[in-house]
Every structure is written in structure tokens, then in C-alpha cells.
């Protein structure tokens, strides 16, 4: 709905010239303009409050120009007062007008226009704006311009501060409104796909040329979906060879029936839309000079201009307009154009269609451009005719749409990108209205070539001018349609038959399948193919809308009738089932506190679909798909009364779902939250839990954690559990503790740990997944040879066979096996499995790691090019979450694969910044970015200082039995020693780091190791 507020300026003043009666005609003249500039423009005025006047555009029907329609009404009003102030110019006084206009949704439910009025906050908006507004001003509020930019002009003003609202309101000033829109292709946008749409315009035109008569082709489609921009590609291609005609059918207006059949008349007669009478005789002369009919066709020609009284027919009107065309077709192939036909009259269509008919021997294209409903207002619309087609506009397919947002604002960051593309689904109009607000609302910015975000963008908003569209279209339905396609968008963005039966009255159940059909013709739903009685919004957007102006009430009984439904009709809980279960009476608990707040019902409601959003957000993490988890859990966690004794343990599994998710900031405040609620509450079971997942998530976000520390509270929870018997609480903080262990350099301590964590995570599948992960990395980095990790990993993938974060975990391990044996290939083949799994789940950090290990594998293979760009990669997307607790091991390899590159001041760098954000006592990125500087200053000269680093390099892990990280420090350090010269020292180095190698199994590295040897001590390479 828009809404106009007009204020008059300088009627005291009037008042006091003029006597009582004068002043009282003068003031009656005025709301007389003021309410035919409103209704012409199919508005109506709401009320005249003093000199103001209000109106409104879109109530009670909408149309999807009621912005357009309000501000050409508003223009209007000014062009009024400017002839009334001529009037009054003698008496000195002139009169003028403030103007607001404002857009805003109707509310749902609103019974009548009035209750839509006295609610709505777009009213209180439009008012202050005219308040705001300068003399003779219009001001337009942010809504009403995104829906009128493309069509005005406007520039902004200064953002408003408006009593009663927080922060600033953007305002517009109207400038102008251009007559209508030049029908020209866009300059300078990109035009996507449509190749064989274009191609066969081309050949109809073809055709038409070759057999000399009039061909027929209809474009339609759902708005936005691209006719408009498809027939303008094809003209340009068509003006080489034709002479062009453009009429546009006009959506509203007076004498609006033949204004496209005189639009292209002028075309042909080369005139201009003032042109006087003579002009336009003497032009329809000239064009049919020679003509044996030129009388008769004239009188009908001059009939359709409007200055010739004689009667004439409807069909003499159609002859002579198909005759002119086919004198100015005579010398040129001719390609006319009507656009928007669905806004034809029915008069209209008769002409275009006898033109169609009977036109012959001039080459004439007639390219007719409609929404679907012209075929419902005319089903056998010219299709059964000879020379006639039908050209229907589908979306464009995703890759198009993806390319089309790229092309507009290159550079975009992913996220963003693939949710307008989603959101937009195949509609081009969507993605230009799209970006152009981002743009305008300063959320998107250029850089250099690129375009950037500015802060988050959580939701893809639908812009206004999608919106109005899809609204006006649903608007367009009987009220049957209209109720069940509510109903419809009530289930979901798909729906079935029986969901429909279930939520419509008996009486109606006969009918449904009938109206289905009405609503797919109009191309709202479409049937599911090869799924019987199964159907599908053909627009996501279109069930937001239909379920959003469904009045709340309605709502909330049907989505109770539907809960009701949902748990009768089945007998076995899924975890689909509890999810809708959930899904119907969270949202009908919502909506009855909304209106009814405090009712004794409600709770009832709330904590029925609280048990059931919990047990589907515990299966959702158990089965570790957090995404799900996160919203379950977070929903149930807001339904829960504060002193549920459940909601603190949902907590730690929300903030390490979080977490998997990538999402480090949210996940530490929920624990952060939970944590300062369970040591409120005394509940200690919770608390060890919620230090737990703190610390998971501290040791990924700040460096200064040190291990050590981590690991006495990791202990101190499992001591606790043991005590306490609880055996969950056990397996989670053995599994904690182990992990941290195998950090500090403990790998056979920290498998028995994982062990013991194994034997208490039954039941608890994603715990028992992240313990076979620890698990999996212990054995990669601690003593386990290469023969007994493949052994273990075998066994894994058959017990856990199905759990696919288990079967990464073994792929991963397994992968490096057969990489430390040599088979490269082999290896990567599984590390890329395990990588498919992280990545299909959404799980950036167990990604990263797996990522990391197929580098290390290209590492091994001595592949240091793909090596770098695998490790640049994760260094990118852990960056991206602000991770460092494994970036620093990924910048540490990143350091090691620079250096065996030879490029060593990068390699330096990157070493020292994995120490600058490791734990003080994180060994594995430690180690590995001091032998990096070891080299770093070996070459640099400094030969004590490089001996000293790797000497402590290989010192620090000496003491653990990461056998993988201590081999690669003493190799590290027999190169430096060999540097200085110092050959026996470095032969001895090596030699320990060959033992270490042989009894890793790692067959790759003691080969080399041994080649360095064997060549020995003279010509150690710098590997
Ligand atoms: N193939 C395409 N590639 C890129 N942009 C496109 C493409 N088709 C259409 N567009 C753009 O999408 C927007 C909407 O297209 P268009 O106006 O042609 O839709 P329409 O089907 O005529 O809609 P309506 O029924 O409302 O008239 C325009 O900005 C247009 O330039
Ligand atoms: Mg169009």
C-alpha cells in the first residue's frame, strides 16, 4: 500500500482575502482536483483532514505500479494547484503543497481498509515526510523509491530524523516522471542464455520475409522472467533488415483501448504524439499515395486519432489499421511490437488479431509480449492460426543466474552470491532489483574491480518491486484460489494433495484438485513431475507472500490442525516427522502469544513443541549435521522455560554445532552464556560440560592458550563424571582430554584415552565420531607404523560403515598411510573422499584439516606447486573464520612447503606468523616453523643461530613421541649442521631421522633421507 499525505501552505492567508463564500468555492475547486488527480490514477482518497489530504494506492486491490500510480497522482495534484493559483493570481495569493509518499505493507488481517490504516506505521511515515517536505515538494520514503527508481526521477535528501523513529529515515526528492520508458535495450547490462529463444525469433522472422505475409509470435512468461529484454535483443539484431513499429498496452488509464494501435500508427506515419490533425492527414497522404482505397482507409485511420466524427465500425477500424501497415511495409520487412498484451483490451486483441489473419503479401513480424494471463483471458489466443507461435520464457537456469551476478557486481563474496541466486530463482528481475538496492543501501561497495560487503547481510531481503509483482498476482485470485493457495504455503515449498484435504473443510475436498489446476495455469504452482498428486510453489517468494498476508489467527488454528494431523497420521518418529511435528507447533505457539499473550493455553503448546524440536535437534547433532542442530537447538533453547534443566546441556551442544559450523564468535557467546547460567544455578554437571566446549572453542580463536591448562580442567571434568557415574559426561571429557594429550606430545597416552572415551560414547554417534578423528590424527603423528594405521582404518570403515564423519576421519588416516608407503596417487584419491564428506556436511574446519593432509601428501610426492596452492586454500577459509588454533599448523606447513621451494624469505615469514598464533605449547606448528627459520638463517649466514633453532627444534619434541614431527626436526637439522660443515654431526642427525622414518613406515622420506646419506655428507641436497 502507499499512502499520500498533502499539505497545503498559504490557505490562512487566502482566507483573509478572500470573503467567506469565495474562500469555501476556491477550497471545494481544490479537493475536487485534488480527488480526480487520486482516482484517475485508480487511487482513492482515504480523507481530507483540514488542507491535508490522504490517500492511498493498493487498497483495497493492488496493482504492482501503485507506487508509480501515487506519484503520478501526486504530480497531478501540483499541475491542479498550478491552475487553480493562476486563478488567484490576481488577488496576490498563491497556494502550494507539501507531499509525503510513503509504501508499506498492509497488515495481515486487517478486515478493513481502516484497520489496515490505523495500524500501519507506513501512514505515521508518510505524514512526517510531508511535515519534512519543502513548499512545493515531494518527498518519497526508501520503499516507495526502490519500487519507482527505474521509472522517476529522484534525488536524496538528507536522511530525515522523524519524531517517534530511531536513527535516520532515507528520503527522496521526486524530480520527474518521464512520460514512459524508451523501449531500448538496456545499455551496458549483460544479456545472458536466451540463445535459441533469439534464434528462433530470427527464423519466424525469416520466414515471414520468404513467403511475404504476416507471422505471429507470442513471448510469454511470469514477470520479470526476461520477455521484454529478449524482444529488445532481437530487435537490435531485426533492425538491419526491418523497419520497426512499438505499441505498449497501458495497465490503467483513460482512453487507454487503441493506445498501442496509435503508438504504432505514429510510428509508421513518423509523426510526433502533438502533432495537429493537418500534420497527421497530410502524413497518412503521403504513406498512401497511389493507394486505390486511401479514402476509406483514411476515414478509419483519422476515426482512431479521435478527430473525425463520422461513425465508424470496429471492423472498418481494424482494415484500415492492417491496411496502412501493409502500405508502410510495402518497401521493408516490417517487425511490430505490442508489449505487455495481458493489459490489452479485449477490442485491442481483436485488431491484432485480424491483423494477424488476413494480412498478406507484405513481410510483416507481429511480436506480441504477454504475462500468462493472457492466455486465461484468451485461451485459444491465436495459437491454433497457421504462422502463429508460442515462444514460452522459463527462468534461467542457475549457472545463467550465477554469471549474471558475477557480471554485475564481480567479485562478490560467495555467501552472499549463492543466496541471491537462490533467492532469485531464475528470475533476472530478482537479481538486478536485487543488487541495485544492496547498492543503494550502501550494503555492497566497489573496490578496485571488485565489489565488497559492508558488515553482515544475514537475509536476502525481496525487494519491493518483486514483491509488489508476486503480491499483485495473488491478488489477481478468487477467493478460493486465494484460500488455498494460503493454505498451500502453510506446508511448505511443496505440498500434497492430503496436506491440502487436511487442512481444507470437508465440503470443499471435491474442488481441490480443480482449483490446483487454476493456480498452475496461472503458473503459481506446478505439479511435481513423476510424483503424483505433489506440487510445488513455482517460486519460493510467492509462498512467502501468500503465507505472510494470511491473517494470524487463521494461521495458528492451521498449523495446529496440521500438528494434530502430523502425529496421528504417523506411527514412527523420523526425524523428519519430529521436525515438522516441531515446525507446526512452534509456529502456532508463536503466533497465539502474539495474539494472545499470557493465555493459559500457550504454555502447554510452547512446551509440547519444545520436547519435540529437542529430541530432533539432539538426533540432528548426534547424527552431526550441525547445520540442523544449530537451528533445532536453537529454537528449542528459546521455547524452554529458564529453569529447564535440559536447556544448559543443549547449550553445549549448540555452541560446539556452532562451532562445526564455523561460526566461532556465536558458539563462544552461547558458551560463554550457558556457562555463567549454570554456575548461577549450581548445576556442576553443566558447568564441566560448558568449560569444555569453551575450551574447544578458545583453543581455535586465542593463541595465548595454554595447553597445559586446558588439559588440568579436561581431567578435572572426567574425574567429576567418574564420580558421578555419568557416563555421556565421562566419554565427552575423555575424549577432551585425550585430544589435548596428543597436542602436548602424548599420542600412545591419548589413544588409550580415545579408547576409553569409545567404550562410553555409545549412543552419543558424532562424540564417537570426533573420538575416531583424534584418534586418527594420534596415529598419523605418533608411533603407530604406516602398516597398523591401514590395518585400523580398515577395521573402521567397516564397524562405522555409514557414519560418514567416522569413514572420513578413517579415509584421512588410511590416505596417509599409502602416501608415507609411496602410492600418492592411491592417497589422494581417499583424502579427496574425506574431503567430499566435510564439504557435503558443511564442515569447514574438519575440511581445512583433511585439505591439509592431501597437502601433505602432494608434500611427500614432492608435488610442492600443488602443495602450495592446496595449503593457500585452507590458509584462506580458516582466515576467513577468524581460526587459528589449525591455522597455525596449515601456515606452518604452508612455511615448510615455501621452503623446500627455495623461496625463503616467504617461507620465513609464514613461519614466523604460525608462531605468532600458536599455543606456547603447541609442538607440531612450533617444531615445524623453527626448522623453517633454522634453514631461514642458515642461509642467511648466521650458521650459529640456524644450528641453535634446529637444535631446538628437534630438543623441544624429543621428549614425546610425535615420531612423525620429531623425524622431519633431526632431517631439518642434519641439513643445517651439513651447511656449517659440520658433517658428522649431520650425518648422525639423519641417520636418527632414518630410524625414526623405518620404523614409521614411511618409505617416501627414509629413501631420501638414505639417498642424502648414501651420497653422504659431501652433497647433501637443501631438501
Ligand atoms: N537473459 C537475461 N540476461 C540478463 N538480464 C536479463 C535477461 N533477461 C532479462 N534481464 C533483465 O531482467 C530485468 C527484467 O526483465 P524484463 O523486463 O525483460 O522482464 P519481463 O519478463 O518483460 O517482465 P514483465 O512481465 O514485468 O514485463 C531487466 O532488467 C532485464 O534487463
Ligand atoms: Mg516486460
Given at each position: 500500500m502507499t499512502v499520500v499525505f498533502s499539505d497545503m501552505v498559504g490557505s490562512t492567508a487566502l482566507g483573509e482575502k478572500l470573503d467567506p463564500e469565495s474562500f469555501l468555492n476556491v477550497m471545494a475547486a481544490y479537493y475536487n482536483a485534488m480527488r480526480h488527480a487520486v482516482e484517475v490514477h485508480g487511487g482513492t482518497v482515504e480523507k481530507f483532514i483540514g488542507d491535508a489530504v490522504m490517500a492511498v494506492f493498493g487498497v483495497p486491490r493492488l496493482h504492482e505500479d501503485d507506487a508509480l500510480r501515487a506519484l503520478r497522482a501526486a504530480l497531478e495534484m501540483q499541475t491542479a494547484l498550478a491552475r487553480l493559483n493562476d486563478d488567484l493570481r490576481d488577488l496576490g495569493v498563491q497556494l502550494e503543497t507539501r507531499t509525503g509518499v510513503n509504501t508499506g505493507e498492509v497488515l495481515?488481517?486487517?478486515?478493513s481498509m481502516r484497520d489496515a490504516l490505523v495500524l500501519g506505521d507506513a501512514v505515521n511515515t508518510a505524514a512526517r515526510l510531508e511535515q519534512a517536505a519543502k513548499p512545493g515538494q515531494v518527498l518519497l520514503g526508501e520503499t516507495t523509491y526502490q519500487l519507482v527508481r527505474e521509472s522517476v526521477h529522484a534525488e536524496p535528501v538528507e536522511p530525515l530524523s522523524l519524531k517517534g523513529k530511531r536513527g535516520s529515515v532515507p528520503a527522496y526528492r521526486l524530480i520527474s516522471i518521464p512520460e514512459l520508458q524508451a523501449w531500448v535495450r538496456p545499455e551496458g547490462t549483460p544479456f545472458l542464455s536466451r540463445r535459441l529463444e533469439l534464434a528462433f525469433l530470427e527464423s519466424v522472422f525469416e520466414a515471414a520475409v520468404a513467403d511475404h505475409s504476416c507471422h505471429q509470435i507470442t513471448i510469454t512468461g511470469s514477470p520479470g522472467v526476461g520477455k521484454t529484454r529478449l524482444a529488445q535483443e532481437f530487435v537490435e539484431l531485426a533492425r538491419r533488415k526491418a523497419n520497426l513499429l512499438f505499441g505498449r498496452c497501458l495497465p490503467y488509464g483513460e482512453g487507454i483501448t487503441y493506445w498501442p494501435v496509435i503508438e504504432v500508427l505514429r510510428g509508421a506515419l513518423g509523426i510526433?504524439?502533438?502533432?495537429?490533425p493537418e500534420t497527421i492527414r497530410a502524413a497518412i497522404a503521403t504513406l498512401l499515395e497511389g493507394n486505390d482505397a486511401s479514402t476509406r482507409i483514411e476515414r478509419g485511420i483519422a476515426s482512431m486519432f479521435g478527430f473525425s466524427d463520422e461513425a465508424v465500425t470496429a471492423e472498418e477500424l481494424q482494415w484500415a489499421v492492417r491496411k496502412l501497415l501493409e502500405a508502410f511495409g510495402r518497401d521493408r520487412p516490417l517487425v511490430v511490437v505490442f508489449e505487455d498484451?495481458?493489459?490489452?483490451?479485449g477490442t485491442f486483441l481483436d485488431l491484432v488479431e485480424h491483423i494477424a489473419r488476413w494480412s498478406r503479401e507484405v513481410p510483416i513480424l507481429m511480436l506480441c509480449i504477454g504475462r500468462p494471463e493472457l492466455l486465461e483471458r484468451r485461451s485459444g489466443w491465436q495459437l491454433e492460426r497457421k504462422r502463429s507461435d508460442a515462444l514460452t520464457l522459463e527462468p534461467l537456469s542457475g549457472t545463467a543466474v550465477e554469471t549474471l551476478v558475477e557480471s554485475l557486481v564481480p567479485g562478490l563474496d560467495e555467501g552472499l552470491r549463492r543466496r541471491i541466486v537462490s533467492a532469485a530463482a531464475g528470475l533476472p528481475l530478482f537479481v538486478h532489483s536485487m543488487v541495485s538496492m544492496l547498492i543503494d543501501q550502501q550494503v555492497l561497495r566497489r573496490q578496485g574491480d571488485a565489489w565488497e560487503t559492508v558488515g553482515e547481510v544475514e537475509t536476502v531481503i525481496v525487494p519491493p518491486t518483486v514483491q509488489a509483482v508476486l503480491s499483485a498476482r495473488l491478488e489477481r485470485l478468487n477467493s478460493e484460489e486465494r484460500s488455498l493457495i494460503e493454505r498451500a504455503s502453510l506446508v511448505g515449498e511443496e505440498f500434497t494433495l492430503d496436506d491440502l484435504e487436511v487442512l481444507s473443510p470437508l465440503e470443499e475436498h471435491e474442488e481441490l484438485l480443480s482449483i490446483i489446476e487454476t493456480l498452475a495455469r496461472r503458473d503459481l504452482v506446478r505439479h511435481v513431475p513423476a510424483r503424483d498428486e505433489v506440487f510445488r510453489f513455482t517460486h519460493m517468494l510467492i509462498r512467502d507472500i501468500a503465507y505472510r498476508e494470511m491473517p494470524k489467527k487463521v494461521r495458528a488454528d492451521l498449523h495446529e490442525r496440521f500438528a494434530r494431523w502430523v502425529d496421528d497420521a504417523t506411527t514412527e518418529r523420523s526425524h523428519a516427522h519430529d521436525e515438522i511435528l516441531g515446525y507446526h507447533l512452534e509456529q502456532a505457539f508463536r503466533l497465539r502469544s502474539e495474539l494472545?499473550?499470557?493465555?493459559?493455553?500457550n504454555d502447554a503448546l510452547g512446551a509440547r513443541a519444545a520436547s519435540v524440536l529437542k529430541t530432533a535437534g539432539r538426533r540432528a547433532f548426534a547424527r552431526h549435521d550441525a547445520s540442523g542442530a544449530v537451528s533445532l537447538l536453537t529454537r528449542t533453547i528459546d521455547l524452554l522455560?529458564?529453569?529447564?534443566?535440559?536447556r544448559l546441556l543443549l547449550q553445549g551442544d549448540l555452541a560446539r554445532a556452532l562451532m562445526d559450523l564455523g561460526d566461532l564468535d556465536k558458539a563462544a557467546s552461547i558458551a560463554k552464556e550457558g556457562l555463567a547460567e549454570a554456575r548461577a544455578a549450581g548445576d556442576a554437571a553443566a558447568e564441566h560440560r560448558l568449560v569444555i566446549r569453551q575450551d574447544e572453542i578458545t583453543l581455535n580463536v586465542t593463541p595465548a592458550t595454554v595447553l597445559r591448562d586446558v588439559l588440568a580442567r579436561a581431567d578435572e571434568a572426567a574425574r567429576y563424571f567418574e564420580s558421578t557415574g555419568d557416563t555421556d559426561g565421562l566419554a565427552l571429557a575423555l575424549f577432551w582430554a585425550s585430544g589435548v594429550r596428543f597436542w602436548l606430545g602424548e599420542a600412545e597416552v591419548a589413544l588409550e584415552g580415545l579408547e576409553r572415551a569409545l567404550e562410553h560414547s555409545k549412543g552419543q554417534p558424532s562424540l564417537t565420531a570426533g573420538i575416531l578423528t583424534f584418534e586418527a590424527a594420534a596415529r598419523i603423528w605418533g608411533p603407530t607404523p604406516a602398516v597398523e594405521i591401514e590395518r585400523w582404518a580398515v577395521s573402521v570403515l567397516s564397524v562405522y560403515a555409514g557414519v560418514p564423519i567416522a569413514e572420513a576421519a578413517a579415509l584421512t588416516a588410511r590416505a596417509y598411510a599409502d602416501a608415507l608407503r609411496g602410492d600418492a596417487s592411491g592417497a589422494r584419491q581417499l583424502a579427496n573422499r574425506a574431503r567430499s564428506i566435510y564439504a557435503d556436511m558443511g564442515l569447514p574446519f574438519l575440511l581445512a584439516r583433511a585439505t591439509s593432509v592431501l597437502s601433505l601428501i602432494d608434500l611427500l610426492a614432492g608435488d610442492l606447486v600443488a602443495t602450495e596452492r592446496g595449503l593457500r586454500e585452507s590458509y584462506d577459509t580458516l582466515r576467513e573464520t577468524r581460526e587459528t588454533g589449525f591455522l597455525s599448523t596449515v601456515t606452518s606447513i604452508l612455511a615448510d612447503a615455501l621452503c623446500e621451494q627455495d623461496k625463503i624469505d616467504e617461507a620465513e615469514q609464514m613461519a614466523r606468523r604460525a608462531i605468532e598464533m600458536s599455543s606456547p605449547d603447541d609442538l607440531d606448528p612450533l617444531t615445524r616453523a623453527n626448522g623453517v627459520l633454522a634453514v631461514a638463517r642458515a642461509r642467511a649466514g648466521d650458521a650459529a643461530g640456524a644450528e641453535a633453532l634446529a637444535a631446538e627444534a628437534v630438543e623441544s619434541c624429543r621428549?614425546?613421541?610425535?615420531i612423525m614431527i620429531l623425524s622431519d626436526a633431526l632431517r631439518r637439522q642434519g641439513h643445517v649442521l651439513h651447511a656449517s660443515g659440520k658433517h658428522d654431526e649431520a650425518v648422525r642427525a639423519l641417520r636418527e631421522a632414518l630410524a625414526l622414518y623405518e620404523r614409521k613406515g614411511n618409505v617416501v622420506m627414509a629413501a631420501r633421507v638414505r639417498a642424502t646419506l648414501g651420497g653422504s655428507g659431501t652433497e647433501a641436497s637443501g631438501a
Open positions: 495481515a488481517g486487517a478486515s510526433a504524439d502533438d502533432s495537429l498484451v495481458h493489459w490489452g483490451e494472545r499473550p499470557g493465555d493459559e493455553g522455560p529458564s529453569d529447564d534443566r535440559d621428549s614425546t613421541d610425535l
